[in-house]
């Protein structure tokens, strides 16, 4: 098995605590492959950036957070990037266009969904997959009920929603690799397109 590629997220902001999540990343991506996850050691990838294990888990809550930092659990970005799209807009292509804002470097996306398919059992994937389900889904159910729709009405349509992004993931990440961004988008479009009648 090749050896994870050393990333910097472009997306991050320049400073050494930025400097220091991209390296401890790094590490841990690199030990994932060398050891297994399960057996790779938070102290060991802590002391091999010259850092403490309790540094580590500033930046990462868990070691499972590495492997799914493309999937954040906060979504400030999506908030932000829905809340400015037009309201009129089909609130479909506004989850699209809002998902195009994701702050991650699209090279190490790609990479980090193989080293979870290669590295995790796929319920685990999936139990992760269901969480950041259900906040992007809260997210849009939010921006939906901000723009007076009712509370059970807002409710079905971001779970809908939520449901078809996630199942592209799914798709994606189950999928036989190569994987590339742009089929992910293909995927994703197809999904919200399957919705039309439910929203």
Known sequence: ???????????L???KSARTRAALRDVALQHFVEHGFDRASVPAIAAQCGVTERTFYRHFATKDE???GDLT?????????????????????????SLASAPIDLRLMVEIARLRSELLSPERIERVFRDRQGA???EVREVLVERGVDELA???RAE??????FAALAVWTEGPGPHDVAALGRLTAEALEQVRGAL
């Open 66 to 68: 590495v492997l799914f």
């Open 13 to 15: 902001p320049p400073g």
């Open 1 to 11: 098995m090749s050896e994870a590629p050393v990333t910097r997220d472009p997306d």
């Open 73 to 97: 659990t906060r979504l400030e970005w999506f908030r932000r990037a829905l809340r400015q799209r037009p309201a009129e807009e089909d609130l479909r292509e506004s989850v699209r266009h």
């Open 154 to 156: 807002a409710a079905v």
């Open 160 to 165: 809908v929603l939520a449901g078809a992004v």
């Open 136 to 138: 992007m889904a809260r």
